[in-house]
C-alpha cells in the first residue's frame, strides 16, 4: 500500500530525525516527495508505503511525536 501524506513539522522536531525513526520502527518505505524547510517550520509531502497496519501505526506515530498529518492527493505544498 502506498499512502501519501502532507507532513507539518514544529520548530523543535525541524532537525529531529522523526521520518528516519517511523520508517525503521514500522518497516515503512518513505519516498519524499516535495519539501520545504524554514528556519521556523518544515512542510513535506511524503509517499509512505508498507502494509496497511504498518503505515497507520507509522503515522499514529509521527502524530504522538507532534507533526500535523494530512492524508493528500498529487503532491503540491501551497
Known amino acids: 500500500m502506498k499512502t501519501r501524506v502532507k507532513l507539518t513539522f514544529p520548530q523543535h522536531l525541524i532537525k529531529e530525525p522523526v521520518i528516519f525513526t517511523m520508517a525503521k520502527k514500522f518497516d515503512i518505505m518513505p519516498n519524499i516527495r516535495r519539501a520545504r524547510v524554514t528556519d521556523t517550520i518544515g512542510e513535506m509531502i511524503l509517499e509512505l508505503e508498507g502494509s496497511d497496519e504498518?503505515?497507520?501505526?507509522?503515522?499514529d506515530y509521527l502524530k504522538k511525536q507532534g507533526?500535523?498529518?494530512?492524508?493528500?492527493?498529487?503532491?503540491?505544498?501551497?
Do not use: A, N, T, Y
Open 54 to 59: 504498518k503505515v497507520g501505526q507509522g503515522i
Open 67 to 78: 507533526l500535523d498529518v494530512e492524508l493528500v492527493e498529487g503532491d503540491v505544498i501551497e
